[in-house]
């Protein structure tokens, strides 16, 4: 499609990735006429797909683009993927739901972790429906902060290799519930999925893994109802002479400046760039930013405390291909000694010697891959409270700037001590943690929270901004809190609630 047949749409929806694509196959048949507007291109399947070193070293599937850090003053390459598909190209495929008291107010160590203006039942069809649209592979009754559900998993949990079924005897030996990790691969009957090493971090060359255009935006845009406009990046958006509807986006579509109409308008470009979006569009009826009515478009930018942590064990191999399949919330809401929310712990795909070269480039290689020919790998992963301070901004020249000091550390810190811990009693001798900063950003949400009163939220209940009644955003901005659980399918379930609504009252359809 180019720029000139772009007139006509009942719907625009800015961003491909996860809640962009999601949305568009909801509306695919609803008889609007829907056009997707995707900044970046198709990523191509090539063999660098699956190279540790073009992936990890050249890091070929990340924008030259970079941000500036407002603490230090110095630029970072952020964690985002610029493709039809978003960061869902490259994510792990681990598909949880949020718990049920992740939607109600939270006392944890530093602070409170705020309620959610739905709760976690108004959510639970939405859950189901993008677990079936996400292929979502996992077992019921093994996790003990598990939400009751209406349905079963739509595919049977993805089975542990040898060495991995191993380890989660260990740990439940040890007294903890490691429960099968939910994930969406396409292990169907006649499935392409090969449970290789190259899942995690990795555009999967099979095109097997459950990402947003594999899932969802291929057979939207199979229908014909539903367009896509590749490397047009959204400028701004233009409101009338009122400010309360936006009339045009206007595009930068391979060096031209285009605006285009629609009647309703939907955001999902990512948490930072659709606050950067909103705050670029400011105008005299809106001079801090559209939407902003509340002063918090940007603000309460959240994206998890995280540890990568690596478990050595110097005779016992791990040659394990697919090991993700795990994960242990024994500690989420608290434990006997520590009566506060610590998170989750979860495997992480196989670790390869060119992924720590990445980081390590002072260690010989030989002893790198002596490392990642026996280690298991786990991300560690809990909940950052919500800060007005920590929020995203844009300079003159619509750069972004994250303002970003992590909090409720202490929770974080007992969560990795007691991940250390289990994996010495499990054997392992060795254990190397990296905390993650600014740049690990995957988990990016909070810039635009959804609540029912405006002055403390830039969303209603239904992701409608509350200034413009025709402007929706459905990507991980929405989130109130971070919870501990990896975000995406919660994104999608409410980008269908949202469709839902958005056809039930005709707005689009
Ligand atoms: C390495 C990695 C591993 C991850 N693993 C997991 C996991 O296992 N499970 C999980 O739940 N989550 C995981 N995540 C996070 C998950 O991918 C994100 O939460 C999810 O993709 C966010 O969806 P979104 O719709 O908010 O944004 P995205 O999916 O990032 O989509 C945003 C889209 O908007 C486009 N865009 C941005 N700005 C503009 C603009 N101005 N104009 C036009 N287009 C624009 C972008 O190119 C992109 O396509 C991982 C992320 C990474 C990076």
């Given at each position: 499609?180019?720029?000139?047949?772009?007139?006509?749409?009942?719907?625009?929806?800015?961003?491909?990735?996860?809640?962009?694509?999601?949305?568009?196959?909801?509306?695919?048949d609803?008889?609007?006429?829907?056009?997707?507007?995707e900044?970046?291109?198709?990523?191509?399947?090539?063999?660098?797909?699956?190279?540790?070193?073009?992936?990890?070293?050249?890091?070929?599937?990340?924008?030259?683009?970079?941000?500036?850090?407002?603490?230090?003053?110095?630029?970072?390459?952020?964690?985002v993927?610029?493709?039809?598909?978003g960061?869902?190209?490259?994510?792990?495929?681990?598909?949880?739901?949020?718990?049920?008291?992740?939607?109600?107010?939270?006392?944890?160590?530093?602070?409170?972790?705020?309620?959610?203006?739905?709760?976690y039942?108004?959510?639970?069809?939405?859950?189901?429906?993008?677990?079936?649209?996400?292929?979502?592979?996992?077992?019921?009754?093994?996790?003990?902060?598990?939400?009751?559900?209406?349905?079963?998993?739509?595919?049977?949990?993805?089975?542990?290799?040898?060495?991995?079924?191993?380890?989660?005897?260990?740990?439940?030996?040890?007294?903890?519930?490691?429960?099968?990790?939910?994930?969406?691969?396409?292990?169907?009957?006649?499935?392409?999925?090969?449970?290789?090493?190259?899942?995690d971090?990795?555009?999967?060359?099979?095109?097997?893994?459950?990402?947003?255009?594999?899932?969802?935006?291929?057979?939207?845009?199979?229908?014909?109802?539903?367009?896509?406009?590749?490397?047009?990046?959204?400028?701004?958006?233009?409101?009338?002479?009122?400010?309360?509807?936006?009339?045009?986006?206007?595009?930068?579509?391979?060096?031209a400046?285009?605006?285009?109409?629609?009647?309703?308008?939907?955001?999902?470009?990512?948490?930072?760039?659709?606050?950067?979006?909103?705050?670029?569009?400011?105008?005299?009826k809106?001079?801090?930013?559209?939407?902003?009515?509340?002063?918090?478009?940007?603000?309460?930018?959240?994206?998890?405390?995280?540890?990568?942590?690596?478990?050595?064990?110097?005779?016992?191999?791990?040659?394990?291909?697919?090991?993700?399949?795990?994960?242990?919330?024994?500690?989420?809401?608290?434990?006997?000694?520590?009566?506060?929310p610590?998170?989750?712990?979860?495997?992480?795909?196989k670790?390869?010697?060119?992924?720590?070269?990445?980081?390590?480039?002072?260690?010989?290689?030989?002893?790198?891959?002596?490392?990642a020919?026996?280690?298991?790998?786990?991300?560690?992963?809990?909940?950052?409270?919500?800060?007005?301070?920590?929020?995203?901004?844009?300079?003159?020249?619509?750069?972004?700037?994250?303002?970003?000091?992590?909090?409720?550390?202490?929770?974080?810190?007992?969560?990795?001590?007691?991940?250390?811990?289990?994996?010495?009693?499990?054997?392992?001798?060795?254990?190397?943690?990296?905390?993650?900063?600014?740049?690990?950003?995957?988990?990016?949400?909070?810039?635009?929270?959804?609540?029912?009163?405006?002055?403390?939220?830039?969303?209603?209940?239904?992701?409608?901004?509350?200034?413009?009644?025709?402007?929706?955003?459905?990507?991980?901005?929405?989130?109130?809190?971070?919870?501990?659980?990896?975000?995406?399918?919660?994104?999608?379930?409410?980008?269908?609630?949202?469709?839902?609504?958005?056809?039930?009252?005709?707005?689009?359809?």
């Open positions: 499609m180019s720029a000139s047949d772009l007139d006509d749409f009942d719907a625009i929806i800015i961003g491909s990735g996860a809640g962009g694509s999601t949305l568009a196959y909801g509306l695919r609803s008889g609007a006429r829907v056009l997707v507007i900044r970046g291109d198709f990523l191509p399947q090539e063999a660098e797909n699956w190279s540790v070193e073009a992936v990890f070293e050249h890091k070929r599937y990340k924008p030259a683009e970079k941000w500036q850090d407002a603490r230090t003053g110095g630029w970072f390459q952020p964690g993927h610029y493709f039809v598909g960061n869902t190209k490259v994510f792990g495929a681990a598909f949880p739901r949020f718990r049920r008291e992740d939607f109600e107010a939270l006392q944890h160590y530093e602070g409170v972790s705020p309620a959610w203006p739905i709760s039942d108004d959510l639970e069809p939405y859950y189901a429906q993008a677990e079936r649209l996400y292929r979502v592979h996992g077992s019921v009754g093994q996790d003990p902060t598990e939400p009751a559900r209406s349905s079963p998993y739509p595919y049977p949990p993805v089975p542990h290799e040898p060495y991995v079924e191993t380890l989660a005897a260990s740990l439940a030996a040890l007294g903890v519930h490691p429960f099968d990790l939910p994930m969406g691969i396409d292990l169907r009957t006649g499935g392409a999925c090969i449970r290789c090493k190259t899942c971090g990795f555009p999967c060359r099979v095109q097997a893994k459950s990402d947003a255009e594999v899932c969802a935006l291929r057979p939207a845009l199979q229908t014909g109802q539903v367009h896509l406009l590749t490397r047009a990046f959204a400028r701004r958006l233009l409101t009338d002479t009122t400010g309360t509807r936006v009339l045009a986006v206007e595009i930068d579509h391979r060096g400046v285009v605006n285009i109409q629609a009647p309703t308008i939907i955001i999902s470009c990512g948490a930072v760039n659709s606050a950067a979006l909103l705050l670029r569009s400011a105008t005299e809106h001079p801090a930013g559209l939407a902003n009515s509340s002063g918090l478009v940007g603000r309460n930018y959240m994206v998890h405390n995280n540890t990568a942590m690596t478990a050595v064990h110097p005779v016992r191999r791990n040659d394990t291909m697919f090991q993700k399949t795990f994960a242990i919330n024994d500690f989420y809401l608290g434990s006997d000694d520590w009566p506060h610590m998170g989750n712990i979860q495997l992480l795909g670790l390869q010697a060119g992924m720590l070269s990445a980081s390590g480039r002072m260690v010989p290689r030989p002893l790198l891959q002596w490392i020919s026996r280690s298991v790998d786990f991300w560690i992963m809990s909940e950052d409270l919500p800060n007005p301070d920590n929020r995203v901004t844009v300079d003159g020249k619509g750069r972004i700037k994250v303002h970003w000091r992590p909090n409720n550390t202490a929770a974080h810190i007992r969560l990795v001590r007691n991940a250390r811990r289990l994996l010495r009693n499990a054997g392992y001798p060795f254990i190397a943690t990296q905390r993650m900063g600014i740049e690990t950003n995957s988990h990016q949400c909070g810039t635009l929270r959804f609540g029912h009163d405006p002055t403390t939220s830039v969303l209603d209940p239904y992701c409608r901004a509350h200034d413009l009644e025709n402007l929706f955003v459905v990507d991980g901005s929405f989130f109130p809190s971070s919870t501990a659980t990896n975000p995406a399918l919660t994104i999608t379930a409410q980008a269908l609630r949202v469709t839902d609504h958005l056809r039930r009252t005709g707005v689009v359809g």
